[in-house]
T-cell receptor, first 114, second 110 residues
Framework: EPEVTQTPSHQVTQMGQEVILRCVPISNHLYFYWYRQILGQKVEFLVSFYNNEISEKSEIFDDQFSVERPDGSNFTLKIRSTKLEDSAMYFC????????????FGQGTRLTVV | GQNIDQPTEMTATEGAIVQINCTYQTSGFNGLFWYQQHAGEAPTFLSYNVLDGLEEKGRFSSFLSRSKGYSYLLLKELQMKDSASYLCAASNSGNTPLVFGKGTRLSVIA
């Protein structure tokens, strides 16, 4: 069964450093998303990406964050100058046709900023 | 904007039936989703309702009333492995992402 894959599964970084989280969405999906979940809290939307551009972003997704689809398979989230409060589980998701269809989630990257 | 409410925690007995409610307020509506999330894992899709009524899928069923902004997830013949968080999520138009509620942590006890 096709699945969304994310790497790394865990990442520890020092405050102020840049991190890149990687995702390979399901191959025939057209919509890609990043969500984050701070420990014990709800899953929060960060950004959606369609047709090689950001289609929507939340207020969390400020200038510190950027996304890129560098090739035909990878979808990355870059966090510049990480802060302690960026520590969370980051989930990548993809869907076939957008909001009215189920989104498939990757297993997540647990980011710890120290 | 969107607002999604569901109970924080519920406890039920193995073999029993449990109903998890969700109310939502959205500026538009393109479907109501339920996801299951075990601790430390990714959400996994359970069900999708866009029309009023009940959708049944094995031990799990989901109901939607659009006029009331209300949904529930019904879990039958509970098993210990059903202990997880159940996330209600809404989509308010064709291309917008899912917005999740805080989730209901279900504990199944013997």
């Amino acid at each position: 069964e096709p699945e969304v894959t994310q790497t790394p599964s865990h990442q520890v970084t020092q405050m102020g450093q840049e991190v890149i989280l990687r995702c390979v969405p399901i191959s025939n999906h057209l919509y890609f998303y990043w969500y984050r979940q701070i420990l014990g809290q709800k899953v929060e939307f960060l950004v959606s990406f369609y047709n090689n551009e950001i289609s929507e972003k939340s207020e969390i997704f400020d200038d510190q964050f950027s996304v890129e689809r560098p090739d035909g398979s990878n979808f990355t989230l870059k966090i510049r100058s990480t802060k302690l409060e960026d520590s969370a589980m980051y989930f990548c998701a993809s869907s076939e046709t957008g909001g009215g269809t189920e989104a498939f989630f990757g297993q997540g990257t647990r980011l710890t900023v120290v | 904007g969107q607002n999604i409410d569901q109970p924080t925690e519920m406890t039920a007995t193995e073999g029993a039936i449990v109903q998890i409610n969700c109310t939502y307020q959205t500026s538009g509506f393109n479907g109501l989703f339920w996801y299951q999330q075990h601790a430390g894992e990714a959400p996994t899709f359970l069900s999708y309702n866009v029309l009023d009524g009940l959708e049944e899928k094995g031990r799990f069923s989901s109901f939607l009333s659009r006029s009331k902004g209300y949904s529930y997830l019904l879990l039958k013949e509970l098993q210990m492995k059903d202990s997880a968080s159940y996330l209600c999520a809404a989509s308010n138009s064709g291309n917008t992402p899912l917005v999740f509620g805080k989730g209901t942590r279900l504990s199944v006890i013997a």
